[in-house]
Structure formats: structure tokens, C-alpha cells
């Protein structure tokens, strides 16, 4: 039983599930509820998607009925500001090319499909913990991939405008900022 | 930083155009990294990692990956952060739980558990909480509940460990051993740290519901916990505050865990109310900030604050105040406010307290039906309008879903389609009402009426004949339509079979047309319903010999008796063959109408709790049962126990599919032929065994015709109630009569013990064979009632009557009667009888006298509002003063005189007698000449027995 796990483009693989959820968010108005009921698809009707749409991601839960709706929104908001605090102004392709920094300050919130932490200084305390360790390591062998942290930057114009990851496609028109 | 590394690597596939050279180039790629894996031997931590992070982006790309396991393994035993991290993302996400490997994974968790370095403790955690296997748990979940509850864990590892205790708990309970460390997780509630006791009391949650008694001390600690985060200001708890509202999650956690418990003891539930007032309160104040983060914040709080207020059901003034407040809500301009609201006032509709409250608010609902974008929304509207239901809003309602219904999203009308039935079928004052709502059903939203939904119509017709010609008429106007959908051609098919000659009288309407009619939507139906409609022709035969001839042509026609389908070739030549050889007696016999159905629980509510998974549409129905006890008998439970009476027909179970695969299924051998057997498996075996009975029977001069007797317990049971309210106020009495049988009774009691005598008269010169009357109690009422009878001679005979005793005791009060059931074999005709036993709890009564000052003294002590029950009713009788003295008295309590200073009202008083109890009980009943109505107030020492007494005395006057 799963309380909350991120059906996003880092974790679940199930890509029928992700298809058939971007299809079902990406329809929705603007001003409508964040909750969707849940179908067969996602364990039945004790499940919601919760979603949150920040410019042009959805960020998408999917929450069985122990935990708060509007919790959960709340949860999703933290999570955002926290990116947005490790990556200082986040925008999409940090998602995509950090796909492991995503899933570890994920992991200080959510764990096991269970809220863990909602604390952001906490979580970003933990994280810099874990970015201090990665780089007094990457200090003994890591020249290599010091040089490809670079490349996000570099490759800016060449990225393509639509990267498909696990199907929810996420277009770059311009670096997107957050509400 | 090896991610971007491959990720650009990888996502070079982006660029591609086609999905082929995506593969392509992945598949080039996974070769490139197995060779790398196989080849060089001594790959070093880094390179291993960097290949196992690729392969975990080409999974999350949705590639498969089938190798890359073991490298992973081995990183988790590596002592760099990165290189164990990626160990570990790479299990998480890519191990299933019973892969071979799961003994090395352990090992490796076992040893960074034992570390002490919290990093690698909470790495560990993590992944037990992400797998969350068997083989996991039988490892780890004795070592956790440690590690939770040292001194020295760190809080980060302390909550991780909560969490993944929890994990472990829910998939696997049995292996999680309690002990002494549960009174030390509770205590995890006063921690320092807000994240520890957020994380702890998400455990504890789980863990009280399963194990109550073990973490009962949670509740004073959480309560004041929950004052303190309440009423702190809201820079207090610092980091925790999020937007202006003091740990949110924190309070939501808690409240959430306060839902498992009853409300607590005086001290504590006065600190409780109070924090609940200081929520409610704050919901009034002006927003300290504009942000929408923060209204959330705050509403979350809020909603699952008024979720305990329902959950604890006890304070009428919270109760009040919640309502109010979400009605606020469900007016707000926010979206998912207006969800929520609709959601909580679900669960308060149900509350018998706040259900009126909520009922003011109807317009609103549907207004948010007709006008709401979001089909969400939308779908909790339906909802609460079906918790709100009741009698007096119930055709409004069901007309707003039929609206709705028309426009309504494709996922949810068979849902709709169901609450629309199961409420007009609840709520029906009126029958024909109840016809028209589900023929419109049928005609708005035919796909997705389920056959569940139609058979129930049937039935219903079938039971109720005040309704059969309205339904046939109803029917066959509807039938008129160019275009109409099969499942109204087959409800207008088994209507017309069964009670077309009630319609056959108007000329537009005669047989022939009505022939004509069906018969024209034939060709355009699917086999099972033609299967239907050739069972329909052949009822006609019997019904209007006239048309016999052009039916059988129709059965004669060579689509039908050479039909490709078997099953329509074998109707369509046993049909054939029956009208052309049987004697009109014979087919009178074979054909006649269908006998009444058993009551049984709604076909159609069981699919709908099938749906919506048990415990929600119960919860609903059995409040709603409560308050709705005395309405229609259909969706209550069966007076009858199903599998204790042997219905006359095995093709009474043909509509009552809910309840498990019908008997007579077996033989059927196509899915569609039970009503082929329907039809044939009666006449075989009236007409075999008892084929010269049944000759001299239907010569006999009393019997008018076989469809009359098969009539009489459809009336029977319709009247039963009406009957047990006969017999409340008096004992001896005739309790049923038809043409053949009369049935009376003779009872007396004195304090908890009884004894009736019933006595059976064989009102025809013909014997009856294998008589057996049974007595039928559902469990609850035995537990209750002790009923004991000697078993009666099996043959009456012509004109004789038989007796029989029933000792009667009252072990505890009880609210339904017990059934008696009667069959018998008459002539050729199995006949069945059921009536209600008048048996009922005010029969234990004994009267008792008293001064008005006693009287009014006792009154005030049972001033508890559950000991009280009042009822408001309309005079059903002309309001005489004699005889509702003379009633009150039969009713068993003492009628006072003198005692109520009004003295146009009546007062009396008892004692109702039980093995177990005695309970007093005062009466008072005021009437209201203008407005010929009634007050009746019952006050006992017993809710129960206070509910059930005014139940019985409101039908009286």
C-alpha cells in the first residue's frame, strides 16, 4: 500500500501509468480541483492523483485516502521550493539531468511512500550534507565529472524543444520560472 | 555528476527522430556496457557506477533491463557515499522482491545498519522502505523497532526508521513483533524534534487502528501536543511554520490519529474541544497571507479538524459549526475547497445529528452539478446528493440526477445509473413514480443500465400488482418510440408477457398491436434479448388465445425454426410444439404469472458496494438503514432468510443474480436459457407428478383460475405489515385469509414469556399435503427471541383446521418480527405463504400505576437525549379520545390519569419485561385537533427499546 509515490518521470516505470496520468492532467483547466479520482489503473477509487501544474510541468502524486488532500498540495510545494533552493532557480533540464539529485531530495520528503520530512531547511540541510560528501569524494576521482557538469550549460542551444522522458513531454520554450 | 554524464549520452536519442533509432542507439549503448561489465574484471568503483546509473536511465527511459544487478550489489558495499547511493537508487527501483539476490542485498543493509555512520544508516532505511519485502521485513523488523527507540540514534535516522517500520508494518503486520518498545514509540510524541514526531505518529496511526488497546496512552499526549502547536504564535515553532500556520502536517497527523480513537475522557476532551474551537476559530480571521499556500495550509488543518468533529459524533455544537463552516466552503471560489467540502459533508449527511443541517444546503448541491466544470467536483456533488437523500427530497434529487444524467461524463454514469435506481426504489411512495424514473433511466442512459437494474424492475412490477398496469401501460407507450434500447425492449417484453391483457382492453393497445409492436423491434435486437421476446410470444398465446394463430406463423417462420442459434431454434420449436399439442388448461398452467419474488437485499446495492469497494457504501446504507427503518421493505433485509424458504418456482432466483449463481443456472445450457427454464422447469413438474391432481383441481368449482392463488402471497406479503400493526394493540385475531387457507391466533403473555396458537383452516374439500409451516428468524432477531414449536400433522384436510403452539421468550428487547412460512402442496399447485408473526417487543409490557409527581420525577431522570424518541406524526384515524385510551391500554402500558396538566393528552407507563432487562418505559402522546396530527414521546432507560415502542405506537392512531 502505497501512500504517496512520485509517478513521475524519475521513478515509476509502469509507462502505461504514465501515459494514461499525463493524459488524464495535461486536459484539465486552468481553475478546476487538483484532485483527480482515481481509476482501476491506480489501485482503485481509495486512490487520488494530486497534482500540481507550476508553468509547463505537472507535478503529479498519486495518495491513498491517509493522507491529507490539501497536505499533499502543501507537500508538493515544498518540494518545488526545495529544488528550487538545491539548484538555484530550477528549471527543467536540472530534472532531467539530475535525475539522481531529484530522486535524493525526494527521498529526504518521501520514503517508502510515506511523508518523512516536510521541514525544507531540514531537507536542504540534508542535501547539502549528501553534496559535501559527493564532492570531498569527487575530489579523489572525479575530474571527469567535473568537466560534464558544464555541459547543461553549454549544450543550451542544441537541446532539443522537446525531450520526451517516460512520455510526459516537457517542452522548453524559455526557462520557466516558478510561481 | 555522472547522471548529466549519461543523460546527455543516452538522451543524444532524443535528437532522433524515430523510435527505431532511439532502440538503436540504446541497444548499441546497453552492448557497449555489458562488454564493459564482462570484459575488463577490474572495473573501478567509479566506472561500475557510472555504467549502473546508465542503466537505470535507459530503464527510466522504459527500456528493459536484465542485467547490471550484481554490479549494483557491489556497490552497496563500497565505502563512498556516491558509489552506495546509486547502489542503492538502483535496488530500490530495479529489484523486485523475490530476486535471487535479496540475501546479498541483506547483508549489505545488515552492515550499514550496524555502521553507526547515519548517512549510510538512513541509505539503508531507505531502501528497506522502498522494497518493503517479505524476505526484508523477516530480516529487519525486529532490528528497526531498536534502532527507533535508542538514545543516541540520530533524529534524521530516528524518523527514517519510524517510517520504515511503518512500511514493513502494512505489508507485512504479522512479522512486526510488539513489545515493550510500543510504550516508547508513543512517548516519541513529546520529542524535541517536530520531523520525529511527524514520522512517529504516522506509525502510531497505523499501528492503533490494528492494535487499539496497545497505544491508547497516544491520545492525552496527542491532544496535547496538538494544543500546544495550536495555540503557539505562529514564529514559535520557526522552521515548522510554513506560510504563517504552525506544522501543519504535524496537526493534520494528529487529528488523523485522534480519528482512531472514541472521543476521550471529560479532562482531556475539554483540552480537545478546545483546540477544535481554536481551528474553527482561525478558518474566521483574516488571512495573514495572501499566498494560496497559505489558505491551504490552514484548510488542511481545518478539513481534518471537522473530520474528527464527525468522527466523534458527539458534540452538537462542533457538529453545527463544521457544517456551517463547510457549507461557507462550498460557495468558495476555490475549486478544490468546494471539492473538499463535498466530501466532508458526505460523511456528516450520515451523522444524525447534522443530517437536517446538511439537507439545507441542497440547492447548492445541485446548483454545483448543473453549473461545475470539473468533472471531480461534479462526481462528489452525486455523492452528496445520494448521502442526503431521504423521503421528503427524494423525487427532487433523483430528478436532478436524471438531469444530470444527460450530459453527465461517460466514467460516471453507471454509477449514477445505480444511486438513481437503488433511491427511487428506496424511496417510492409511489410505484408508478418509481416505473417512470428507471424507464427514463433506460431511455437517457440504456448502455449503462446493467442488467442488475432491470431484472430489480421486474421484480418489483412482479411484487406489487397495484403498479402492473400502470407498467404495462407505461411500457408500451415507451415502446412506441422509433428508436429505443434494448434493455427496454426487454423490460417492455417480460412486462407485456406477464401483464399485457391489464392494457389489452384499450383498442389502441389490443393484443395484436402489442404483438405487432414488440415484434417489429425483433430483427434489431441482440439473441438474448430475442430469446426474451420468443418467451414473451409464447405468453401471449396463453394471454390472448386471439393471436395465437399469428404468433405461431411467427414461431413457424423458417429464421426461426432453422435459426443458426441454438438457443432460438430450441425456443422457437418447443414453443411451437407446446401451443400446438397443450390443452388451454395446460398452457394456462405452463404460462401463468410469474409468482412473486422473495424479498432479498437490492440486487443493484450490492453492485454498487461491489464498486465502490465495501466499506464505503455500507457505512452509508447501514445509517441510512437506521433512520429509513420503516420504509419500503426492498432494500431492507429480507424478513425471509433466502435460503430457508424453497421458492415456488426455481425461476425466482432467476432475478436475483446478486446473491451468488442462481440454482437453476446449472442446466441452462446456454447463458441466456435460465428463462427457458423458467418457463418449462414448473409445468414439468406440476404436470408429471401430480398430473390427474391437477386435472381434478382445476375442475374443482372454488378455484377460479391457478393465477389467482399464485397471486395471493404477493398480497399477503404486501399486507403483512399492515397486519402486524393490527395485532400490536390486541392478541387474537385473524392473521391471514385467501381462498384456501385462513390462518388465526390466539396469544397471551404475562412479563417475558408468551404463548400463541395458531391455528391453520383448510378452507377447501381437498386436502393439503406436506403442510409445513416454518418459523424464519434472521440471527439477530434468535439471539433475541426464543421461539419454540412442535412440527404439525402435514396433511389437513378438506375443511379441518390444525393447531399449533408457539412458546414465546423475550430474551432481550427486538425490532423485527419473525416470519412465518407456509407450504403446501394443493391440488397440482405447490403453494407458498409467508406472513409476519405479530409478535412484537410491546406484547412484554406490564403496566404500571403512578402519581403524577412519581411520573414527572421519573421523566426528568431519563432526560438523556438517547432514552428519548419523539415522533410527530398525521392522524390515520379519526382522532377519538375513547379509543386511543382504549389503544394505549391494549398496548400493554398503564394509561395515568390526572397526571398531564393537560388533560386532552395522554400519558402511560410499563415495564417491558425481558430474560435480561426490565426496562421502564413512559409514554406521552399529545394530539393536535386542528392539525390532526400527533406528538408521541417515548422515554425508556434503553435507546432501542424507546425507538422501537414509538415505532409501533405511531402507527396506531
Sequence with gaps: QKSTRRVNASEDTQQQIIRETFHLVSKRDENVCNFLEGGLLIGGSDNKLIYRHYATLYFVFCVDSSESELGILDLIQVFVETLDKCFENVCELDLIFHVDKVHNILAEMVMGGMVLETNMNEIVTQIDAQNKLEKSEAGLAGAPARAVSAVKNMNLPEIP??????????????LPSFK | MCVADTARDVSGNAHCKSKEAEIKRINKELANIRSKFKGDKALDGYSKKKYVCKLLFIFLLGHDIDFGH?????????????EKQ?????????????????????????????????TFMGLALHCIANVGSREMAEAFAGEIPKILV?????????????????????????LVPMGDWTSRVVHLLNDQHLGVVTAATSLITTLAQKNPEEFKTSVSLAVSRLSRIVTSASTDLQDYTYYFVPAPWLSVKLLRLLQCYPPPDPAVRGRLTECLETILNKAQEPPKSKKVQHSNAKNAVLFEAISLIIHHDSEPNLLVRACNQLGQFLQHRETNLRYLALESMCTLASSEFSHEAVKTHIETVINALKTERDVSVRQRAVDLLYAMCDRSNAQQIVAEMLNYLETADYSIREEIVLKVAILA?????????????????????????????????IQIVINRDDVQGYAAKTVFEALQAPACHENLVKVGGYILGEFGNLIAGDPRSSPLIQFNLLHSKFHLCSVPTRALLLSTYIKFVNLFPEIKTTIQDVLRSDSQLKNADVELQQRAVEYLRLSTIASTDILATVLEEMPPFPERESSILAKLKKKKGPSTVTDLEETKKERSADMNGG?????????????????????????????????????????????????ASAVTQLAPGSQENFASPDLA???????????????????????????????????????????????NLGRMFIFYGNKTSTQFLTFTPTLICSDELQSNLNLQTKPVDPTVDGGAQVQQVVNIECISDFTEAPVLNIQFRYGG???????????????????????????????????NPQQEVQNIFKAKHPMDPEITKAKIIGFGSALLEEVDPNPANFVGAGIIHTRTAQIGCLLRLEPNLQAQMYRLTLRTSKETVSQRLCELLSEQF
Design chain 1, 161 to 174: 524543444r522537446n525531450i520526451n522522458i517516460g512520455d510526459i513531454s516537457i517542452k522548453v520554450p524559455n
Design chain 2, 150 to 174: 535508542a538514545g543516541d540514534t540520530m533524529d534524521s535516522v530516528k524518523q527514517s526508521a519510524a517510517l520504515c517500520l511503518l512500511r514493513l508494518y502494512r505489508t507485512s503486520p504479522d
Design chain 2, 70 to 82: 550484481m554490479e549494483a550489489v557491489n556497490l552497496l558495499s563500497s565505502n563512498r557515499y556516491t
Design chain 2, 425 to 457: 426504489e428506496k424511496y417510492a411512495v409511489d410505484y408508478t413514480w418509481y416505473v417512470d424514473t428507471i424507464l427514463n433511466l433506460i431511455r437517457i442512459a440504456g448502455d449503462y443500465v446493467s442488467e442488475e437494474v432491470w431484472y430489480r424492475v
Design chain 2, 829 to 863: 399447485t405447490f403453494q407458498n405463504v409467508s406472513v409476519k408473526l405479530p409478535i412484537t417487543l410491546n406484547k412484554f409490557f406490564q403496566p404500571t400505576e403512578m402519581a403524577s409527581q412519581d411520573f414527572f420525577q421519573r421523566w426528568k431522570q431519563l432526560s
Design chain 2, 86 to 118: 546509486i547502489g542503492y537508487l538502483f535496488i530500490s527501483v530495479l529489484v523486485n522482491s523475490n530476486s535471487e539476490l535479496i540475501r546479498l542485498i541483506n547483508n549489505a543493509i545488515k552492515n550499514d545498519l550496524a555502521s553507526r555512520n547515519p
Design chain 2, 705 to 751: 383460475s391457478s393465477e389467482l392463488v399464485s397471486e395471493e402471497p404477493s398480497e399477503a406479503a404486501r399486507g403483512a405489515d399492515e397486519l402486524t400493526h393490527k395485532f400490536v394493540c390486541k392478541n387474537n385475531g385473524v392473521l391471514f385469509e385467501n381462498q384456501l387457507l385462513q390462518i388465526g391466533l390466539k396469544s397471551e403473555f404475562r412479563q
Design chain 2, 635 to 683: 432494500t431492507e433485509p429480507a424478513p425471509v432468510n433466502a435460503s430457508a424458504v424453497s421458492t415456488p418456482s426455481p425461476s425466482a432466483d432467476l432475478l436475483g443474480l446478486g446473491t451468488g449463481p442462481p440454482p437453476n443456472a446449472a442446466p441452462a445450457p446456454a447463458s441466456s436459457g435460465s428463462l427457458l427454464v423458467d418457463v418449462f422447469s414448473e409445468p
